[in-house]
């Protein structure tokens, strides 16, 4: 009889426990991420045969590595993303998803991504090295190039060479003689992410792409209203102490906010308008001397 | 003729003996929840479900199709010699040689059964997600069949030598060694001092199972021309011959007294 209400009793206290060691630690404790084989080859040699379901199971890894530490993770820190994904595409280099979007996981800015286009642009002449066919992975190469590394040459060359492989789309000549043509980059930009946005299924990269498009929206909203700080600056010798001064003075009818609906950033101190840090259309300035936020 | 009929009659025993082994049923059904387990990882994959459902799929074909063909196959002879119905058979007008080719097919039939249930349960998955898998995928399936049969081959030569359980290890060796093929061949650019007739010779002498792996191509949708088939058949056929001569030998030798 005792072992009984022993077992009960033991059954009833696993979940009131439980609970409090949710209370206690969080119930989204994130456990530290640990690399113990570092490298395609090591895997391989533990996992001779299987090398597809390998790369199969590290990129389902470096998905949840990469969405767990954006999401979760208070410092935000992608340390293991580069080697997760090049463990990818060595255990299977013909993984091309794992070459696109594991290029845009590594190139997006700092709190997107992880910051680091070279490693992401290296990712994706690993890839076309691999897939020389793929005509698809050219064309995000030159883009790559041209959005991160601020490359124009270098990026027409990429999409000419895409443009020579059997499917291609026409436009990717126009695209590259636009890249070498240079002219407002910004609108180049946007023509990129508009195309990317229309020919990407729905998803988070859709997302991206729009979230890119709304972002040149606000840098474009963020020129003319620092235009209009430096004409009111010139006009009273001082910088306006808020944008309600703008608005007092006629020159703005509203609280201006970003696509996102977050109200811009005002810094008084500099007289300069910028995307808010709160918003999700914010970066983070590449550490490169060609600075992202040009676009 | 009379040979033939008698091998036959063996093999379509050992198949109803080993259709009827309880741990066959859990592997293939271990195999066919793994296959579709990869349904569960589709949200996860970032539109790589139809990729990861056919690795998944075929390294679970070719993992428990391994098991399967060295846990029975290694019982096959030991199990008649435990129970004594060995003497039995070789009493009546069966050759030792037909007998151990009997076992050896009737496995076979069993794994190709198996093999034809978890095939049918990985077109069934991607059926499930909405892809329509041509029949390319039928290539890795025959390169994963024809390794099995070799691990089969295998297990029945140590069975003929010791007891299953040296025979189970003996035969896990072999089969993981044919595996590293590709490592003991290159293994001088590793370790220089080497000699290079011991990694020549044993890479020769280890069945090559890298060969039989054509999962990776038929996943990214490359061609398997029939020429490339007949090769890695022949070699097949070739290597598990001589096994299977070495195995009638030994079992020609063995004394069950």
């Known amino acids: 009889m005792w072992r009984k209400v022993l077992f009960l009793a033991l059954v009833a206290a696993v979940p009131i426990l439980l609970r409090k060691v949710d209370q206690n630690l969080g119930e989204f404790r994130a456990q530290e ?49 580069e080697p ?91 695209m590259a003689a636009t890249f070498l043509g240079e002219g407002g980059e910004r609108a180049i930009a946007r023509q990129i992410w508009r195309q990317m946005h229309d020919t990407l299924e729905d998803g988070i990269f859709k997302k991206n792409a729009l979230n890119n498009i709304q972002r040149l929206d606000a840098l474009d ?49 500099l007289g300069v308008v910028e995307i808010s840090r709160d918003s999700p259309l914010w970066r983070q300035p590449l550490p490169t001397a060609r600075r992202y936020e040009s676009f | 003729m009379g040979g033939m009929r008698r091998i036959a009659a063996v093999a379509a025993n050992t198949f109803r003996e080993t259709v009827r082994e309880r741990v066959l049923y859990n592997l293939v059904l271990f195999a066919i929840l793994m296959t579709l387990s990869g349904l569960l990882l589709n949200p996860l994959s970032l539109r790589q479900d139809e990729k990861i459902v056919k690795d998944i799929g075929l390294a679970s074909m070719e993992l428990f199709g391994t098991m399967i063909a060295v846990f029975i196959g290694v019982g096959l002879v030991s199990k008649e010699i435990e129970r004594r119905s060995l003497h039995l058979l070789l ?25 034809a249930a978890m095939t049918a349960g990985l077109y069934a998955t991607l059926w499930m997600i909405g892809r329509h898998s041509g029949p390319g995928l039928l290539a890795a399936v025959y390169g994963i069949l024809l390794g099995l049969m070799l691990a089969v081959s295998i297990a029945l030569l140590f069975s003929t030598l010791t007891s299953s359980a040296l025979a189970a ?38 069945p090559n199972f890298h060969t039989f792996d054509l999962k990776d191509r038929v996943v990214h949708g490359d061609p398997v021309g029939f020429h490339q088939l007949g090769w890695i058949t022949l070699y097949g056929a070739c290597y598990m011959g001589v096994v299977l001569l070495a195995a009638l030998a030994s079992f020609r030798r063995r004394d069950f007294q």
């Open chain 1, 33 to 81: 991420e640990a690399l113990y084989l570092t490298s395609g080859q090591q895997v391989r040699r533990f996992f001779p045969g299987f090398e597809g379901l390998m790369a199969d199971v590290y990129w389902i890894r470096s998905i949840q590595y990469f969405g767990g530490r954006r999401v979760f993770a208070a410092g935000k820190r992608f340390d293991l993303l």
């Open chain 1, 84 to 174: 997760l994904i090049n463990i990818t595409t060595e255990l299977d280099p013909k993984f091309e998803i794992a070459y696109r979007y594991g290029a845009v996981f590594l190139s997006e800015p700092f709190p997107m991504g992880s910051g680091r286009p070279e490693a992401g642009v290296a990712l994706l002449e690993r890839g076309v090295r691999e897939l020389p066919r793929s005509w698809y992975l050219q064309q995000n190469l030159g883009f790559f190039i041209y959005f991160f590394l601020k490359d124009p040459p270098r990026a027409a060359k990429a999409l000419l060479e895409a443009r020579k492989q059997p499917g291609s789309p026409i436009w990717l000549e126009n």
């Open chain 1, 221 to 269: 909203a963020v020129d003319d209203l620092n235009r209009v700080v430096q004409a009111l600056t010139s006009r009273t010798g001082r910088h306006p102490r808020s944008l309600e001064e703008l608005r007092a003075a006629g020159l703005l009818r509203a609280t201006p906010v970003d696509p996102a609906g977050v109200p811009l950033h005002y810094d008084p101190a």
């Open chain 2, 91 to 115: 009493a009546k007008p069966l050759s030792r040689d037909e007998f151990l080719l009997g076992k050896f097919a009737g496995l076979g039939l069993t794994l190709s059964a198996n093999v």
């Open chain 2, 169 to 206: 290890v003996c035969t896990v060796c072999v089969v993981i060694g044919g595996r590293f093929a590709d490592v003991i061949r290159n293994m001088r650019e590793v370790a220089p001092g080497a000699p290079g007739w011991l990694t020549t010779g044993l890479y020769y002498a280890l």
